[in-house]
């Protein structure tokens, strides 16, 4: 390992590569290296071997990934290249180099039949091809090197789209909205995560595995856009109604509540409260 202070971040202008920038400067005692998928494509395996060679990191954080969870139907293999196959070149090149490699999965590796918040060794089983592929991108990993793996849920910020955003577009333009109630989780506020991953690396430790992380607090979709609306002083009326009236093209987990006992009691980091950070994302996005 080079000396500790180098820490390549790929997937830079997404949500959660966004939010790692912004919080970057309160960290110091690190370099960091932000690579947008324009500067470096995590499915180019001599690109990123390059990038090895060049900052020997110490830490690769992967924030680089496929999400359209619906468009993922029919792009499995785009899919599966971004979200399963390169994050396996990235962990055979973290092992070669020496660096650690915290990479991001999701809730959607769930099939969603839990009735109790899930933990990281329950059972996986995923409902869609984005999960699929998620999936193949947490076991690659786990297989060449010793990663930390965050599965995350419902992530929202005030970069990129996001839930949040979306129903605040929506609940401008329209006097009504109907959302789903029959789906629930809990939402992340990719500021939150950013945080949340620094605490890794400044905590002292290393324990690889897979770690839950979102903010706690069990909702619906549609808990989480009243609530959007309320904070937001919106006259939009906002109904529930069931998946079966919101068919899309990949199935969704119906309950994908992450139990986040085991980051807490490992790198001693707590999940903040959903509404608290709501309000901050919902005030920056002014
Ligand atoms: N968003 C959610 O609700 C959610 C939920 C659970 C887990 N997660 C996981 O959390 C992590 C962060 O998600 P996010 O919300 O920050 O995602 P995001 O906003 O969609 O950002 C992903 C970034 O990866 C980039 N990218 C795509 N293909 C790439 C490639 N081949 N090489 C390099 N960069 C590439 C994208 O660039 P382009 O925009 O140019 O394509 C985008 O900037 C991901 O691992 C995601 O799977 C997200």
């Not at 769930?110 to 076991?139: C, H, I, M």
């Not at 965050?150 to 109907?178: A, Q």
């Not at 992340?188 to 706690?216: F, H, Q, V």
């Not at 608290?276 to 994302?281: G, M, N, T």
Request: hydrophobic share 35%; aromatic share 10%.
């Amino acid at each position: 390992m080079s000396d500790g202070r180098k820490i390549l971040v790929s997937g830079s202008n997404g949500q959660l590569g966004s939010e790692l920038q912004e919080i970057a400067r309160q960290f110091k005692e690190f370099q960091f290296v932000f690579f947008s998928r324009a500067e470096l494509s995590i499915t180019d395996r001599a690109a990123l071997e390059k990038m090895f060679i060049l900052h020997r990191p110490s830490y690769f954080i992967n924030c680089a990934a496929y999400t359209a969870v619906d468009k993922a139907e029919k792009e499995k293999e785009i899919a599966e290249e971004i979200n399963g196959h390169a994050v396996g070149a990235i962990a055979t090149l973290c092992s070669q180099y020496d660096c650690r490699l915290i990479h991001i999965s999701t809730d959607y590796v769930f099939n969603g039949k839990a009735s109790t918040p899930l933990k990281e060794d329950d059972p996986v089983d995923p409902v869609n091809a984005y999960g699929d592929s998620k999936l193949l991108g947490e076991r690659l990993a786990m297989q060449h090197t010793d990663a930390v793996i965050i599965r995350t849920s419902w992530v929202y910020s005030k970069y990129g789209n996001n839930f949040v955003k979306t129903m605040k577009r929506l609940m401008g333009e329209k006097e009504s909205i109907s959302v789903v109630h029959d789906q629930v989780g809990s939402p992340t506020y990719a500021a939150d995560l950013a945080t949340a991953i620094m605490e890794i690396i400044t905590s002292g430790k290393w324990e690889p595995g897979i770690y839950n992380y979102s903010n706690s607090g069990v909702i619906s979709w549609f808990d989480f856009a009243n609530e959007i609306k309320i904070q937001l002083h919106s006259k939009c009326e906002v109904y529930p109604i069931p998946t079966s009236q919101f068919p899309t093209p990949a199935k969704r987990p119906a309950y994908s509540v992450l139990d986040k006992e085991k980051i807490q009691s490992v790198y001693h980091i707590k999940a903040r409260e959903w509404k608290e950070s709501l309000k901050e994302c919902i005030d920056k996005l002014g």
